[in-house]
């Protein structure tokens, strides 16, 4: 199954951080520590849909675990700034997709994987 192409799990972790950078913007007039709750919630939930996509589920897992923990660290663990937040994100999130995807196929079996 392909989304514009790609691979659920890429669109997954992008549309992840994506959210990411719109929250933490400030559009939304949350404070810090709300806006890395969500952020964390949201790359948790969309990790834990991607590992089910996803076999071995061990690298996206690891990636949620720390892409989640990263924002929450940041978050609640120093007095980081929406921008800071978003950008622990984004960059964890776009560092381990690439890293981890090679090691990663959809877990039907019939689904295409790229050669």
């Known amino acids: 199954m392909r989304i514009f192409g790609r ?3 890429v669109i997954l972790n992008t549309l992840s951080a994506v959210l990411g950078l719109v929250v933490t913007l400030g559009f939304t ?12 919630f949201v790359t948790a939930v969309f990790g834990v849909v991607a590992a089910v996509m996803t076999r071995p589920v061990a690298p996206q897992a690891f990636t949620t675990v ?7 660290v940041a978050t609640f663990g120093y007095e980081a700034s929406q921008a800071t ?3 622990v ?3 964890v999130l776009a560092a381990l ?7 990663v196929s959809p877990s039907n079996p ?3 994987v790229a050669g």
């Open 97 to 103: 997709t690439l890293l981890t995807r090679p090691q």
């Open 7 to 9: 691979e659920p799990v």
């Open 85 to 87: 937040i978003g950008a």
């Open 66 to 72: 720390v892409a989640a923990g990263g924002v929450l």
């Open 110 to 112: 019939g689904a295409p």
């Open 29 to 40: 007039g949350l404070t810090a520590e709300q806006a890395g709750a969500i952020v964390g």
């Open 89 to 91: 994100n984004g960059v």
